[in-house]
């Protein structure tokens, strides 16, 4: 009808919707409730018509100005098979004009089997989801959710990879019956499986849930407390007058089986989690644990002892003055009650402070963000000893993969210095290794499960062959 004609200005995202509700009934979920379980589908027909829409109105855009994602707002897609009609379809615009090339979908949590044809279909453009939430059983009984099992949840990110896909996989803090230990247990299988990115939520409870009902709450002795969701805060004119507002969300910080503290240490294993291993800002490492058959975690682990190590002994460290900084933002982002919060908020001075960037933040991306601007150094140095602690436990130190550690680790710190501003940097700049480099990251990117030893050996002795070997890069960050 070209109603959203006007829309398409090259920053908005274009979403469409196949089908609407969900067989399953988490507890913690608004869809979990009895009136959404019934699927029902849009019309194949307007489904392709409006892809096609999408597809010609982007495609008018300047190159520069087009975007080439798109958001599917089903609940578990790829699940059914009329998902596959819906890929063919995108495949044949992917075909055409070239978008898109991603897509941003939570995909089904059962018939794998299909998510995986469904991703194929699309040129890998979907990231697979092993959204589980929890692996505690017994969590999962008390939240009413049946995932698929713990072998399929773990190939999947496998499968992933031979597709070409992206995988991620998520977790929810403080559910019924979930303690630090299996919060933390459940991460590290997830690291260890190969997911790209694992997602860790706090435990919202939303109006209308079962989760937010008073037999829950007091049953699992829920302790609460009340945040602003990032970015969605502001002062508006409303019938000429100012309104300051903001949206405001309950979350648990704490049950019969988690502690303040415990959900402040699992908060403090997230922020590790996305600094060190999410989107593989460290791949090769995780390449070189793989290489020598140990694990992620392991290594994750020794970075979260030595933070907490860090901060009970005050050390002068920046990484750890930051980590300090956001255990305290994450407790101070907390308000007691709903009604103390939106007073704040409904002030000009109040809400200006989470405009101005003082409050409202999603920590764990800022804190992210900051520590690679500011501390990517202590990152580094961080990354290396800890690295070397899990060699040197398992026996296999030596002078040559030590010296591959700190290469690779040296060589990250040159890729991602100035990473928001590389105009502070010479327009080439260079490097010079005592070894061929290249030749080593090629060889653990092309490591397999069959040929462990023999990649082993063939690393060294590129590392023992020494030579000088120049790299450069641009300001692009090439």
């Not at 200005?9 to 196949?18: F, N």
């Not at 998902?83 to 995909?107: F, H, M």
């Not at 969590?139 to 049946?146: A, T």
């Not at 436990?393 to 040159?414: F, P």
């Amino acid at each position: 009808m070209g109603l959203l004609d006007d829309y398409f200005d090259g920053r908005l995202l274009p979403v469409v919707q196949t089908n609407r509700g969900c067989p399953f009934t988490c507890t913690f979920c608004t869809e979990g409730q009895q009136i959404w379980s019934l699927v029902k589908r849009k019309d194949p027909l307007l489904v392709e018509q409006e892809l096609d829409y999408i597809a010609r109105k982007l495609s008018e855009l300047p190159s520069e100005k087009r975007r080439h994602d798109l958001l599917i707002a089903d609940s578990n897609f790829g699940m059914y098979k009329e998902d596959l009609d819906v890929c063919k379809k995108i495949a044949s615009i992917q075909d055409q004009y070239g978008w898109p090339t991603y897509i941003n979908v939570a995909t089904g949590k059962n018939n794998k089997e299909r998510v995986l044809e469904a991703t194929t279909l699309v040129k890998g453009a979907i990231n697979l989801a092993g959204s589980v939430q929890t692996l505690n059983t017994a969590v999962q009984e008390n939240i009413k959710r049946s995932n698929i099992s713990r072998e399929q949840i773990l190939s999947l990110a496998q499968s992933s990879k031979l597709l070409g896909a992206d995988s991620y996989s998520e977790l929810i803090l403080a559910l019924p019956g979930e303690t630090k230990k299996t919060h933390i247990d459940a991460i590290n299988t997830l690291v260890d499986a190969g997911f790209v990115y694992v997602v860790m939520y706090q435990l919202m409870l939303l109006p209308g849930t079962e989760m937010n009902g008073s037999v829950t709450r007091k049953s699992n002795e829920l302790a609460t407390k009340w945040r602003v969701i990032p970015r969605a805060f502001s002062t508006y004119e409303f019938l000429g007058r100012q309104v300051s507002v903001g949206e405001v969300e309950e979350i648990v910080i704490g049950t019969k089986d988690l502690s303040f503290q415990d959900y402040l240490d699992c908060r403090l294993y997230a922020l590790v989690v996305n600094i060190f291993y999410n989107n593989g800002v460290f791949q090769e490492l995780l390449d070189l644990l793989n290489l020598y058959n140990l694990k992620t975690s392991t290594w994750l682990n020794y970075i979260y002892e030595n933070f907490k190590s860090g901060l009970q002994s005050g050390t002068e460290d920046r990484l750890i003055k930051l980590v300090s900084q956001f255990l305290e933002d994450t407790s101070q982002e907390l308000w007691p009650t709903k009604s103390e919060l939106m007073d704040y908020l409904s002030t000009s001075i109040g809400v200006q402070c989470f405009i101005n960037g003082e409050f409202g933040s999603n920590l764990i991306y800022k804190y992210k963000a900051l520590s690679i601007t500011l501390a990517l150094e202590d990152i580094c140095d961080c990354a290396i000893s800890s690295l070397e602690r899990v060699v040197f436990e398992k026996g296999i130190i030596n002078a040559d993969n030590r010296l591959l550690i700190r290469t690779i680790v040296r060589h990250n710190y040159l890729r991602m210095q100035g990473l928001f501003d590389s105009s502070e940097y010479e327009d080439h700049f260079a490097e010079v290794y005592s070894f061929d480099l290249v030749s080593a990251l090629d060889i653990l990117t092309s490591t397999d499960e069959t040929s462990g030893e023999r990649d082993v050996a063939q690393i060294e002795n590129v590392v023992t062959q020494k030579c000088s070997v120049i790299l450069t890069r641009r300001n692009s960050h090439q």
